[in-house]
């Protein structure tokens, strides 16, 4: 079965600084993989998604995501953030593993980032 | 245009009453997904629905938990003799079929907390 871990369960940083939101995933078949945003009490947003193709893979708000095979990750970059960027951020992989040939997401633990003034 | 909704936004209930749950997704979107959110536990797959019908229900803690979708449409999540370890976030999504690759619009959830 598929597994997704997110290293970092809070991540603090100034404004206008470089963040990087860590993932890292297992399964034995073709993924495809996610990032989501989840603003307080609010639902989750779709950040961006690696299908096929290139791994580098850029989505809203200026976050881009490479997707490292060898090294099964899918790490979240932004080069500078936001106040607003403060939210807590998912990762998330779907496969077609165990015969699943439907859209259901196994989720990491998540991420809290907190962009200080 | 709508998204996916949710009601009620919260719910208070004792333990030991049932509660339902309901989502209702974006309007032609064949594909709906339950999703519990607790702490500890993160963001867990309860249930899948393609139409009416519920193909993978392997997410489903107990039997207390059931699900439903008529139309195509609505679909109503209830929890029978609610635990406080039910006390969670519950979050649907739904999108316009069921492709891996298809797009999941999520609604806002149902915080869900049981005394």
């Known amino acids: 079965a598929q597994s997704v871990t997110q290293l970092d369960s809070q991540v603090p940083v100034f404004e206008e600084a470089p963040v990087e939101l860590r993932c890292n995933y297992s399964s034995s078949v073709s993924v495809y993989l996610f990032w989501y945003v989840q603003y307080p009490n609010q639902g989750l947003q779709l950040l961006l998604k690696y299908l096929s193709g290139s791994t580098l893979v850029k989505g809203i708000n200026g976050f881009e995501a490479e997707f490292n095979k060898s090294q099964t990750s899918f790490h979240l970059r932004k080069p500078s953030v936001h106040i607003s960027d403060t939210a807590e951020y998912f990762c998330a992989v779907s496969d077609n593993a165990g015969g699943t040939s439907y859209g259901k997401l196994t989720f990491g633990q998540g991420t809290i980032l907190t962009v200080h003034p | 245009g709508a998204g996916v909704s949710q009601s009620p936004s919260n719910k208070v209930t004792e333990k030991g009453k049932d509660v339902e749950l309901r989502c209702d997704p974006i309007s032609g979107h064949t594909a709906l997904y339950w999703y519990r959110q607790s702490l500890g536990q993160g963001l867990e797959f309860l249930i899948y629905?393609?139409?009416?019908?519920?193909?993978?229900k392997s997410g489903l803690p107990s039997d207390r938990f059931s699900a439903e979708r008529t139309g195509g449409s609505v679909s109503t999540l209830t929890i029978q003799r609610t635990q406080q370890e039910d006390s969670a976030v519950y979050l649907c999504a739904s999108s316009y079929d069921r492709l891996m690759t298809a797009e999941k619009y999520f609604g806002p959830g149902t915080r869900l907390t049981v005394t």
């Open positions: 629905f393609q139409g009416n019908s519920a193909p993978d």
